[in-house]
């Protein structure tokens, strides 16, 4: 099997996930501008949730383009990813739903901190595909947004029960952190 196949399967679970995230929203009650007030906190946790899930794809689709050889272990590494962020629409929804309550937003983190180590060993996995001299693992060797955004998921899940709003602080850091794509890839890429 190659990279392609495992990056096709993967959009297509990452395209159903935005789906159900869409899909939660219930029509509001009224038919007026007011109606939608009601709807902040879920329109809130949609967005963040919708920014978290590109950036995943977006960085995911570069991080295969460094698949020298499919095997069994890339791809259950691949699906366990997939599995945690199949998780995001649920604490999307829930956390919409609390108004951000604390057990929802801790779980929100506590599910984002375990897809980015999740994303982490995919990422390993790939870097020992390649020698230690190599472009890719020279650059890849300094992976300080990771580091720093396991953190921020940990600080957001703890300080979720002090303030759901000190957490979405920490949440909306590590999206701006990631919101380009990881340019260590892309310049590997583009140097061959």
Same mark, same amino acid.
């Given at each position: &099997? ?5 990056? $096709? ?11 159900? &995230?869409? !899909?939660? %929203? ?7 501008? *007011?109606? !939608? ?8 946790? @949609?967005?963040?949730? %919708? ?9 995911? *689709?570069?991080?295969? *383009? ?8 890339? &791809?259950?590494?691949?699906?366990? !990813? ?23 937003? $801790?779980? @929100? ?42 953190? %921020? ?7 979720? @029960? ?7 602080? %920490? ?20 140097? *061959?």
């Amino acid at each position: &099997m190659k990279a392609n196949r495992m990056e $096709a399967f993967s959009d297509g679970v990452l395209a159903i996930i935005i789906t159900i &995230m869409v !899909l939660e %929203f219930k029509l509001p009650e009224g038919h007026d501008w *007011h109606a !939608l007030i009601g709807l902040g906190p879920k329109v809130l946790s @949609y967005i963040l949730s %919708f920014v978290y899930v590109g950036i995943y794809w977006n960085n995911h *689709h570069h991080l295969l *383009h460094m698949v020298r050889k499919m095997n069994g272990r890339l &791809m259950w590494l691949n699906l366990l !990813l997939l599995f945690w962020l199949s998780l995001v629409p649920f604490t999307t929804a829930w956390m919409g739903e609390s108004q951000f309550a604390a057990t929802p937003t $801790a779980l @929100y983190g506590i599910i984002l901190l375990f897809a980015a180590f999740s994303y982490w060993l995919l990422q390993r996995a790939i870097i020992n595909q390649h020698s230690d001299d190599s472009a890719f693992v020279v650059v890849m060797r300094k992976n300080w947004k990771g580091k720093l955004s396991s953190l %921020f998921y940990l600080i957001a899940a703890l300080t979720a @029960y002090i303030s759901p709003w000190i957490s979405g602080i %920490f949440f909306v850091l590590v999206a701006i952190i990631w919101f380009l794509p990881d340019q260590r890839i892309e310049h590997v890429l583009n140097d *061959h």
